[in-house]
């Protein structure tokens, strides 16, 4: 809980509402817009149990981490499994661990926002065995167990925007035009616009084009009824996200934001002004 201050100045630094739902993890959240940079904070989901300190798992989570950095240079997708090597039998070593960049991403640039989501990792889910880290245009996800293939549509995180008004008939048209190219698309990264009205949906490389649909489906729906009368809009699935921007922001607007988590999740969301 903040306290309030009569300093103006320093009130402008604190504007932060802070919202504890849940004491077992961690979301931290702030709206992106169309312009922010390639490396920018989206979220991340921290899992309640750690890994303790020196433990195998650490060696085996920082050899993997850096590998995935590593390969950016090759792809905008790669999964890795880092096996157990001497620790503990009865701590889990073996880490599965994947990263993913936009598609509009060069090496240079993909590299560069891998980079910075590893980084991150230490200080947002510290010791976590499982962290899902979203960037603006790449994430990372790693956990003891393997998630490679298996479909998840869990609601990860969505937010709109401000809400457009009903006599914004074009708007609101070009809004249902991008949703329905990104329906209509084809493959797991798909993207479209119409006048300013931009939209972006991705399926982490690891479903199979039945899932990717299956996931895509879903995600473009939930913002397509959710936010498609607003100006911009996220959501985010534990495989595959879709959102879309309206004269420069994806969910500018904090107040109508909606934010979600499975019960295995807990969540503490940031919303900076």
């Known amino acids: 809980m903040l306290k309030t201050t009569t300093t103006a100045t320093l009130l402008c630094f604190v504007l932060t509402t802070v919202v504890l739902m849940d004491q077992t993890s961690s979301t931290a959240t702030y709206s992106p817009t169309s312009s922010a940079s390639t490396d920018t904070f989206i979220f991340a989901k921290c899992s309640p149990e750690k890994f303790s300190p020196g433990s195998a798992y650490e060696t085996n989570l920082n050899s993997l981490l850096s590998s995935l950095v590593s390969s950016t240079v090759a792809s905008r997708y790669n999964n890795l499994t880092v096996p157990s090597g001497t620790g503990e039998k009865s701590e889990p070593a073996v880490v599965y661990g994947l990263f993913q960049c936009s598609v509009d991403l060069d090496a240079t640039s993909c590299s560069s926002c891998v980079s910075r ?24 996800r790693f956990d003891k167990s393997s998630f490679f293939g298996v479909q998840d549509k869990t609601e990860m995180l969505k937010k709109c925007g401000q809400p457009m008004g009903f006599n914004d008939q074009d708007a609101l048209t070009r809004v249902s035009d991008v ?31 039945a899932q990717c649909q299956d996931c895509l489906t879903d995600a473009i729906g939930r913002l397509s009824s959710d936010c498609g009368m607003s100006q911009g809009g996220y959501v985010y699935l534990s495989k595959c996200y879709a959102r879309f921007s309206y004269g420069g922001s994806h969910a500018r607007q904090t107040p109508n934001s909606n934010s979600n988590s499975n019960s295995n999740f807990g969540q503490l969301s940031l919303f900076l002004k």
Do not use: I
């Open 117 to 140: 989501a590893t980084a991150l990792v230490g200080n947002t889910c510290p010791n976590s065995y499982s962290v899902f880290l979203e960037m603006q245009s790449c994430l990372v």
């Open 179 to 209: 949703m329905g190219s990104l329906s209509s698309g084809s493959g797991s990264d798909r993207s479209g616009g119409n006048g300013d009205v931009r939209g972006m949906a991705q399926c982490m490389g690891d479903l199979s084009p």
